[in-house]
């Protein structure tokens, strides 16, 4: 049984998840595809020697396309658009992040996947399928380290371009701990404060960088994630939950160590596309895994996204008024509560 | 374009190649298999829903079925005429260590392979696909450490059954670090000698363990490998290459930091099986992709398999004699010299 | 040359510092002690078999001893008086902490020092003189890592008795952060805020714990500082300066690694006396070398002990109100400006 | 109660003793010193303020000197000498390895201490003293690792002088580990083999550098050490004791860590000096504590100097045999049994 995937945004991502499908995983094949730019659509079938129809937009494809799930890479401010017409068609869509653009899009997604009754959408958090991640939600999920308490965690890059603004650091930046801490911990974010160290000098002149942000949920965990994207050395990403019973961290990525003119260490990534490849990977295969078999997905769903929406709204909103900014998320859906795969 | 692949042997390692490409990889499927236990093979037909035909043996699979390239996976002693048979289909083989389980059925394959005029085979030693290897493989061929001097490391079994002999530690053991070294130092063995430390009390009355194993490379560099299978503690695997300018080290598996009752720690490993899960995924795959686009296979060569047959009866010898043994492997055939990808 | 000692309490810190000068530091010898309990400051001399006179109180042994310096190790209440009575007599003075149990009573301190016109007090953090913070000290005055930004340190506690309440996570914990961190990055504070995370079921009734205390220093550094006495697995002190160019981080106590039981690891230490012994002899060698040689002490300086009670002061003010609270110190006396060691 | 000490030999390590009694630690004075240079003689007493009287030389320090022990940090062929007429005098010994430069020269003193009936001698074999080392030795004696099977260690310097000799890897530098290793696991070397890596082309063209020394003990436990004295990253000592159910490994000197330019590591040591500054702290400290109350010196004795010696000659007849050369100690003298701190 081999999923028929089409493929709505064929920029760089989208052109990273082909390859993926086709190269690299299991069960899927891409029959579809779309983009605003019909040449780069046509190539990309092409570059891969796909079997593949190219369709003019993403309704097109729905309707006329001989596709099962949809994954849809186009560039942000479509996204909405796109999930909300394959709703509508029935399909499976992966998404990538964000869901939409504003909370009150991602809310209209939510909506329109309760009125169809069933779950068709995962957006693409990959680091839910990060091994280290997966093994501190195993050893939390165990109670190895007893009742959580507070989260320490940093997200690191070495550079960004004069185009990053203040408020990336949430939207872009942020956007991957504000999905993956909640999940990992089981539990809502409540509200959040946002304080700036000083500044570093290698930030351009319109950036507030590095920045730290303060989340408390409702059960009181206290999440104290640095935000720092001209740190120099590396890509790094660090988390640490500290529980009533001890302690567990991410690993470092696995890396060869060296003892070498007076230094014993090992290197640090200075890509970000490195530290989560085979993240990317669990994550699309698991996708056709789960809707391949008849299955919703079970990755982060449609209420993920939206999570993400309003908690990243009220960080922005703290980075402006400086005071502690309340995340209002309404009730849960009973369609997001958690159930084992069998009832899904 | 799906390579069509045969397997003969339906055991344990057979039925997890046969899930790794059905659930797992990109670009091939299974079309045929066949086994001594013909239930077996059927009832693996069955279970994974393959489209695939049951063939009573070897010869009829390579004669009739519809494979492109074929998965050894039958126990030892059946290897080689297997192999032969699929060199003489002139189909690819993929086949599982060892080779053939002497010397001289090694070399005929050799010599068979040479014959056709083309490499067909690939031996499934895994660890070269594994990421600390390939990693200390790059740094080496990059001369991060300069010349290579000498490579301490230690293969280590939490225990064994009592079936397990004292020439399995070589035959069973060993048999990976002997393929792998050769390869990480682009060097031939020359010589070994088996020292015996102090007999551990848990290994039983008719195992020596540990062992030390030194081989010596035609290069001069010093290997001191020891074997322990029942250190009780964990399946761990080390490797340290010495260096004129420096050292390399192969990394623990990644894996998350505890802090817990007094420790800060990291778990070690006790099932050997979850080591090189990757490293499979990867052999198979690079198998699958270089076959599939009618390249020779790239992994380790049938005069790899040679190799480590030659080797580890050196070795055997060398813990039955005390003494030094030397290491014979006669000229290089042209066939396996070294070359470009776009050579082969 | 051998400085002449008196120690004013002979309790443990008291009888702790005597061993250390009898038994392993060089240049001094105890020559007169004095206790609110007379039975024990004579017990003392017995049993460590000193040649030491017993005085009443502090003021006598300050007129009629033969000491150069005195050791303030009493209870804290009775501090200020002994240290003042010190510096009228115009002795140096090594007084553990509290310099005083008031901002007021080490500001009146602070004044009689300068009235005297020359450094005599050295206050007992002895964390500046630990091997690992002397390290980072360096680094960072080196600008191994650019211009400071943020620090994120953590002392943790295996457990507390019932005694230990709410405001001694400031005044008997985090001092020795509120010491070090400020010597570290050559920094003031400037304001600080109290946070509660969840509280662990490992903690007394009437006690917050964990805390989590961010400072600001004038300079821009955000500190997180995180207070958690009943974390169980160890007593760990954690510190992180992340600057512009890379991050320094303290070492973990030197412990033998370990691979047993499935778990590769160190031991954490349990009780906190271990930690800093080798910190508790250098900072008083240092007090001994240098006021018997005549010059000022180079450690912790009165109005260091008055900058950790004002800092104090501000964390209990904040711990209660919830919200941020400004340290201001006033100027810094002259008497206190960095200066050259051939200057003092 | 101060023990008054007599320094035979006032050349760099001579002094750095001198310098350490009178400045770092407790109890000891210098109060003679001699030397074949007179005047370096003096110059020492001015330059540290000494208290002592010059003598021409060390039997007149030992008969006119004011001392109650000497230490012998004369060159080495001096040193038996010395020894033999400190025992004689009924004087303590502190002395510098080696105790003798020939197996039969620290025999005579063996005999001689024998025939005065008491411990006088310590050898400055400092590793014992080493908090990692003595962290192992208490793992090993507390049978953490069980029963110990095989010991793996390393001795590497970043370089080597044109005068350095091949022999002296065995004399200069795994002497130590030749002391340590014996004491670490309670047990005697019973045979030793040398072989030769490749050679490493930063090693002057007389030097075999890296070699390879493996002992085996009467117990049975395998020891791997391997010399490399131009390894040019850094002074490393390695020590990895593989026991029946688990591991133990010295820590690394302990440093901050740093993440810099893509690289997370520590500093490795360059300078032999800073790796065992402790520990030569602690043995004199421990020698003074012990013969100044009156009991025998506590560390490495005549006994483990003789060791020392006949296993080194073992080891260089290695070197150029190429086979394995036993190590015959005769029987241990009854002086020289393990007796608890009480009977001594």
């Known amino acids: 049984m081999t999923l028929n995937i089409g493929v709505i945004g064929t920029g760089a991502i989208g052109r990273e998840h082909i390859r993926r499908i086709t190269c690299n995983l299991s069960g899927g094949r891409i029959t579809a595809v779309t983009d605003v730019n019909q040449e780069a659509a046509k190539a990309v079938v092409e570059n891969f020697g796909l079997e593949a129809a190219v369709f003019p937009d993403d309704k097109t494809l729905l309707a006329e396309g001989n ?18 017409a394959a709703i509508e068609a029935g399909k499976y869509v992966f998404c990538e992040k964000p869901l939409a653009t504003t909370a009150e899009g991602c809310r209209r997604i939510v909506d329109a996947e309760i009125k169809h009754g069933k779950r068709l959408v995962q957006v693409g958090f990959m680091r839910r399928y990060d091994s280290g991640y997966m093994q501190l939600k195993r050893a939390i999920d165990e109670r190895f380290i007893g009742e959580p308490l507070m989260i320490r965690c940093a997200h690191r890059n070495p550079e960004v371009g004069e185009g990053y603004t203040t408020d990336m650091a949430i939207t872009d930046t942020l956007i991957h701990e504000i999905d993956v801490l909640h999940w990992l911990v089981n539990d809502d974010y409540k509200s959040v404060q946002v304080t700036y160290p000083k500044k570093s000098r290698n930030a351009s002149s319109h950036l507030r960088d590095p920045q730290v942000v303060t989340l408390e949920t409702h059960g009181g965990i206290l999440i104290t994630a640095e935000i720092f994207v001209n740190c120099r050395y590396g890509y790094d990403i660090q988390c640490e939950v500290i529980g009533e019973e001890g302690i567990v961290k991410l690993p470092e990525p696995s890396s060869i160590t060296f003892r070498k003119e007076a230094v014993q260490g090992t290197s640090v990534l200075m890509d970000w596309k490195d530290r989560f490849i085979d993240a990317y990977d669990r994550e699309i295969q698991d996708f056709i895994n789960a809707v391949g078999s008849g299955k919703e997905p079970q990755g982060p769903t449609s209420w993920d996204g939206y999570i993400a929406a309003v908690t990243a709204d009220a960080c922005v909103k703290a980075q402006e008024s400086g005071g502690r900014e309340e995340i209002e998320l309404g009730e849960k859906p009973a369609l997001y509560e958690e159930r084992t795969l069998s009832q899904a």
């Open 67 to 84: 596709v099962d799930a949809v994954l849809v890479t186009s560039w942000g401010p479509a996204h909405e658009q796109s999930v909300l």
